[in-house]
């Protein structure tokens, strides 16, 4: 029986109709999505890159948006009163995906689907519509929000055209090269992947920032008390002020407040002067990418801090959920022997100083101020990395 895996809710402002789901990698952007597949436009074959638009069904205002990742196909439709909008088969560069309106920012919200470079079945659902009177006339009333469900599951393992690009630019447009897959196809098993198993703790879907503040100088943030709260249901508010002053010394530890006491590398620069507004963003940022890093670890294996530059992935960069051969200097032929375990060589020895540098094949979990968090690769995540190296010599 398929088990949904998490899930998450965000909002997205709909602009000229339409909003957005996109690759947290940031690839994808520049595809020109063809044909409409329901409430999804994508190429003609039903497959997008990257990037997904959908359509408005209700010409609200703000799309409500719970996101879940599955295991496999559901069994069951969502029931009353979710009705399908569309289908059409995403292929996902980074594994991470996130919504936002066209022109507009997204809130920092972020779904982990699973391992970078898959196809994934996308299946979009349209539910509730929120209408209010309108302000030129309060007899009649106007869509102000609709609820939508994207549900995603695994469809196969595109990484294979990738891996044989030689330039980078061509990692995302060699994914288009697997076949057409048919629902019901053979996925790939979910217990190869730590990202495609859930975790055994889950934990409470991080607050985001809300779309439309009460006021100019205003700012709302939504805390949901369970992670798979349906759109709609009750939720606790509060409101924070995004002016402040920029010489406040106490500003910083008030907003990021114990989130500073696990802070990869230094803090961005000019970190000091940044409004509240700002620093609650960045808070926000933080949450989601740390909650997306111990669900990148189910198992909780042991983990290093890294230089981002010690890491060089096999495909688009050094980013959450890639996997790649890091380099360490150690004092002895025993260090790190937990996290770089998999693919373990010694490349060098330093006699004078006295120190080894050791090399081991690892998963990106967290990235932060130019320094990177890992654990040890599986299997198959680092058979990827593997036939890069074997491709490239």
């Not at 992670?227 to 509060?238: F, K, L, Q, Y």
Request: aromatic share 8%; glycine share 8%.
């Amino acid at each position: 029986m398929a088990e949904l895996i998490r899930s998450v809710y965000d909002e997205a402002p709909i602009s000229y109709g339409r909003f957005c789901l996109y690759d947290g990698s940031g690839y994808g952007w520049d595809v020109m999505q063809e044909t409409e597949h329901g409430a999804l436009l994508a190429e003609p074959d039903g497959i997008s890159l990257g990037q997904v638009e959908l359509v408005s069904q209700a010409g609200a205002r703000l799309a409500a948006v719970r996101m879940e990742a599955w295991e496999a196909e559901p069994e069951d439709g969502p029931g009353e009163p979710w009705v399908e909008a569309g289908r059409v088969l995403y292929l996902s560069p980074g594994g991470i995906v996130a919504v936002s309106g066209m022109g507009h920012s997204p809130t920092g919200q972020k779904l982990l689907l699973g391992p970078p470079c898959f196809a994934y079945w996308l299946s979009a659902y349209t539910g509730s519509v929120r209408s209010e009177p309108t302000s030129w006339d309060p007899s009649q009333v106007e869509a102000v929000e609709e609820s939508w469900l994207l549900r995603f599951w695994p469809a196969a393992e595109a990484s294979g055209p990738a891996l044989r690009s030689e330039e980078s630019s061509g990692y995302a447009v060699r994914m288009r090269e697997i076949l057409s897959l048919d629902p019901g196809s053979a996925a790939p098993q979910s217990g190869a992947w730590p990202a495609l198993r859930s975790h055994p703790r889950p934990e409470t879907a991080t607050a985001v920032m809300h779309f439309n503040p009460p006021s100019p100088g205003r700012a709302m943030v939504r805390h949901y008390p369970k992670a798979d709260i349906a759109p709609g249901a009750e939720r606790g508010r509060i409101t924070v002020s995004s002016v402040d002053s920029d010489d406040d010394p106490r500003l910083v530890d008030e907003t990021l407040g114990d989130l500073l006491y696990d802070m990869l590398g230094n803090l961005p620069q000019n970190m000091w002067s940044w409004s509240r507004s700002m620093l609650e963003d960045y808070a926000t940022r933080l949450r989601v990418d740390r909650r997306i890093g111990r669900e990148l670890n189910p198992d909780t294996a042991p983990t290093l801090v890294l230089e981002a530059s010690s890491v060089r992935t096999a495909f688009f960069g050094v980013e959450p959920g890639f996997s790649g051969r890091a380099w360490v200097w150690g004092a002895d032929e025993n260090t790190h022997t937990d996290v770089l375990s998999v693919g373990r060589e010694v490349v060098a020895r330093d006699r004078i100083r006295q120190n080894t540098l050791f090399t081991g094949i690892v998963t990106v979990l967290r990235k932060e101020n130019d320094f990177v968090e890992v654990r040890a690769a599986t299997q198959a995540e680092a058979a990827r990395v593997i036939e890069v190296e074997r491709l490239r010599g």
